[in-house]
């Protein structure tokens, strides 16, 4: 079993203010993930790495940065966090196989980030 | 662009009952398809991993086909208990992504 953290679980902030999304995974894992989760919708990817130093954007665009200076740790941050980014964000990793992404992805337990 | 599609939206059904989920996708250039449960304020735990040369895959009281001519893919829940209320949701992974539904929320009452 993965063990993959994110913290914090639960987030309330004002408009304007600079947060960062904690996620870090204890498996070893190269490829690292963040999705983001708007109630009753789908996940949307917004952020992944295939290693350390390497950072890619997803599909949704995203006011959030993320970096990846250890293989363990890949936060997220908003600079200046506005009503709009209210959501889940959900963080996971996987084995990077260089033959191909035949990999499951595991998944934290998600951050759910209101701002007010 | 891939888009994925679960249907029902919502079940809700009597314990014991067998059941089946619906998931579709529109382009079968995948490398394999996952199903995954979501409980309220959890995060995802992966059910089944099907690779694109499979057919079908078994844990359990759980069972997934997949058919990636057609775009097709099922999660066979036999003899479902109350602790199998949740969020049902599929995702096939192409080039490097996966690309998830919008979920199947199941209720199974005592």
């Known amino acids: 079993e993965a063990d993959i953290y994110q913290t914090p679980r639960y987030l309330v902030i004002g408009t304007g203010k600079k947060i960062t999304l904690e996620c870090s995974q204890t498996m070893g894992h190269d490829k690292m993930y963040w999705y983001q989760q708007d109630p009753g919708m789908e996940l949307h990817l917004i952020h992944y790495s295939y290693g350390v130093n390497s950072t890619e954007k997803g599909d949704l665009s995203s006011e959030s940065t993320v970096s990846r200076i250890r293989t363990e740790h890949f936060p997220l941050t908003l600079e200046s966090a506005r009503p709009s980014h209210t959501s889940q964000y959900l963080c996971a990793s996987s084995e990077y196989l260089l033959a191909g992404p035949t990999d499951t992805q595991y998944f934290g337990p998600g951050t759910r980030l209101t701002v007010l | 662009k891939q888009e994925v599609t679960q249907i029902p939206a919502a079940l809700s059904v009597p314990e014991g009952e067998n059941l089946v989920l619906n998931c579709s996708f529109t382009d079968s250039a995948i490398y394999n398809l996952q199903w995954f449960r979501q409980d309220p304020g959890k995060g995802l735990t992966s059910l089944l991993l099907?690779?694109?040369?499979?057919r079908e895959q078994t844990s359990g009281r759980l069972n997934a086909s997949l058919d990636k001519s057609s775009g097709r893919s099922t999660l066979y829940i036999a003899a479902s208990q109350p602790g199998d209320s949740a969020t049902y949701l599929c995702?096939?992974?192409?080039?490097?992504?996966?690309?998830f539904g919008t979920g199947t929320r199941l209720l199974v009452s005592p």
């Open positions: 995702a096939v992974m192409g080039f490097q992504k996966l690309v």
């Open positions: 099907i690779q694109s040369s499979q």
